[in-house]
């Protein structure tokens, strides 16, 4: 009879005979077992390990929320003075020679804390100055934050040497 309190058991009585006098298999045990565990088993080892030797590098930190623009060729992360290497901007403050140098000087500081918020900043370094600055090409998302300035007027290639006047 279909439906009777017989016919609904019998699956729990079956159940029971193939564990009567056994404990149930662990988890563990299911994994390593003979029908299918061995192969599932391989499966998260072989997961598990394109995980851990996967090529990819790591991603780049993103640096423009630790850069601090001091003027319009010299940033700082954290404690680290660095001298963008390949231009000359005018001098801030105190050090400008006259007002068209002090106001070009504000301009390239702007400019440059700009072009660090745009994007993704990478820098190379490449040793140090007399002043125990690190020198070092300073690219955003890919482009020369130097050459950026250059195009955009604010900056004079520069590669080491006596400065030319901003006020000539």
Known sequence: MI???GSRTRPLRQARRLFLGRRPPSPLAILLGRRHGGFVLFLLAAFAAAII????????????YAISVY??????????????????????G???ECEFEALAAERAKQALIGEIARGNVELQRQGTDRYGRTLAR??????????????????????????ESWCS
């Open 3 to 5: 439906g009777s309190f």
């Open 53 to 64: 030797f996967t090529d990819s590098p790591p991603p780049a930190p993103a640096l423009h």
């Open 71 to 92: 003027d319009g060729d010299t940033i700082r992360l954290g404690q680290e003075r660095i001298r963008i290497v390949g231009l000359d901007t005018p001098e801030l």
């Open 94 to 96: 105190h050090r400008a």
């Open 138 to 163: 300073v690219t955003v998302d890919g482009r020369d934050v130097a050459d950026t300035l250059i195009a955009q007027g604010l900056a004079r290639p520069y590669g080491g040497g006596r400065r």
